[in-house]
């Protein structure tokens, strides 16, 4: 689960780390509102910075990061940037609307030391099963160009999840990025503390860019980004309550809402199988047979009338989908039950104006191909899977 940076914020404030400090406002009164009360003691040089709330990264390329020099110009930028539909390298061309701003303190105040930017992440390394660390003195808007054209400036450590982020990696890490006195003091406390948020809030991911050296030698976090474990949730309801459905894909909502693992693809052929790695396979199968995967549709090893009828209903609605195909294997479940569950479904939903293919496989196959070739429907059935890929590139003729 993705969150915005407010709430990411927020998460890595309440275990000790420094962060940008703002306020968030979902209208223009909310956001001169939040800018007055930023500052304790203003003395009216203070700037601000508004930022575009959205699920995506490069909203400073897009125009999404905008600063404000006086109360004034909070109330005009806010006013650009709430309702704007914000186009990163991230959303995709037809980008993300901005419903909610953050209004936060400007960090680049003049001092004895310039400012720097760096870069710090922390995910799951998968390969090596470990925890991965990332950072880069190289940090801001352009941290992708550095990562692919100067991968030497991207510095790695990893750690052992059984005994955790070590005080000594930290200070490796700070010497490796160049801090040294009250900046490297500064530092190793706060990436222990941004692991010890990672581990205890069951995150997937947490970036922060920039990581900002003040000119006072402070770390803080001036952006935050993190993204949870969905399958731990259960163990914190504070955060699952930051769920932000607006910025999701509606059908992936839809199919979340139906116990339906679903994720939207740019194909032409919808996948509606039981078994992750099967889905895996019948998009090979499609992709062989000229045609493009239109999403991965995992229905469960229950499947029922009522989960393929909304996963019907789900498919449907992508106006690029020009077949479906049904792989199923009746293992938990046996087939003549999908069988019967597809032909209901098909009657339920009424006209479907697409060819449907069904290949199943397993306890009563070929009973379940009888119900399917005697509904008297447009469905077409299937057992071997090089028939049912003839089928959809037929369907795609």
């Not at 009216?44 to 490069?58: D, L, Y």
């Not at 020009?322 to 479904?345: M, Q, S, T, W, Y």
């Not at 496989?361 to 009973?367: I, K, M, R, S, W």
């Amino acid at each position: 689960m993705k969150l915005h940076e407010h709430q990411a914020k927020d998460i890595l404030r309440s275990y000790g780390v420094p962060v940008q400090e703002g306020t968030i406002a979902f209208s223009v009164e909310e956001a001169v509102n939040a800018a007055r009360n930023l500052y304790p003691n203003p003395t009216g040089k203070e700037w601000f910075v508004v930022k575009a709330q959205i699920h995506a990264g490069g909203r400073g390329k897009g125009g999404g990061v905008k600063l404000a020099k006086s109360l004034q110009e909070v109330e005009e930028k806010a006013g650009q940037i709430l309702g704007m539909q914000l186009i990163t390298h991230q959303t995709g061309p037809e980008g993300k609307k901005v419903q909610r701003i953050l209004i936060t303190q400007d960090v680049y105040y003049p001092g004895a030391v310039e400012p720097k930017e760096y870069y710090l992440s922390i995910t799951l390394d998968r390969a090596k099963g470990r925890n991965i660390i990332m950072a880069s003195t190289e940090g801001g808007m352009d941290i992708e160009e550095v990562a692919e054209h100067h991968p030497d400036k991207i510095i790695r450590e990893w750690v052992d999840p059984s005994v955790g982020l070590q005080a000594f990696q930290a200070r490796k890490l700070g010497f490796a990025m160049g801090f040294e006195g009250e900046s490297f003091k500064k530092f190793v406390p706060f990436l222990m503390n941004v692991y010890k948020a990672y581990s205890e809030a069951d995150a997937s991911m947490i970036e922060i860019n920039p990581m900002l050296r003040t000119s006072d030698n402070n770390i803080i976090a001036v952006d935050g980004k993190i993204e949870l474990d969905d399958n731990a949730l259960f163990r914190h309801a504070n955060y699952a309550a930051l769920r932000d459905i607006s910025e999701e894909d509606p059908l992936e909502v839809e199919a979340g809402e139906n116990n339906l693992n679903y994720v939207k693809l740019d194909g032409n052929v919808g996948c509606m199988v039981n078994g992750a790695g099967l889905a895996m396979a019948t998009m090979d199968i499609i992709k062989l047979s000229g045609g493009e995967p239109a999403n991965f549709l995992d229905v469960g090893g229950g499947a029922n009338a009522k989960t393929v009828e909304a996963g019907f209903r789900i498919i449907l609605k992508d106006p690029h989908v020009k077949a479906i195909l049904i792989n199923i294997f009746g293992g938990i479940v046996r087939c003549d039950r999908v069988a019967n569950g597809v032909v209901e479904a098909y009657k339920n939903i009424g006209n479907i104006p697409v060819p449907i293919i069904v290949r199943l496989q397993g306890t009563n196959a070929e009973e379940a191909a009888k119900i399917i070739n005697e509904s008297g429907l447009q469905v077409k059935s299937a057992t071997v899977l090089a028939d049912a890929a003839e089928l959809v590139r037929t369907a795609l003729a």
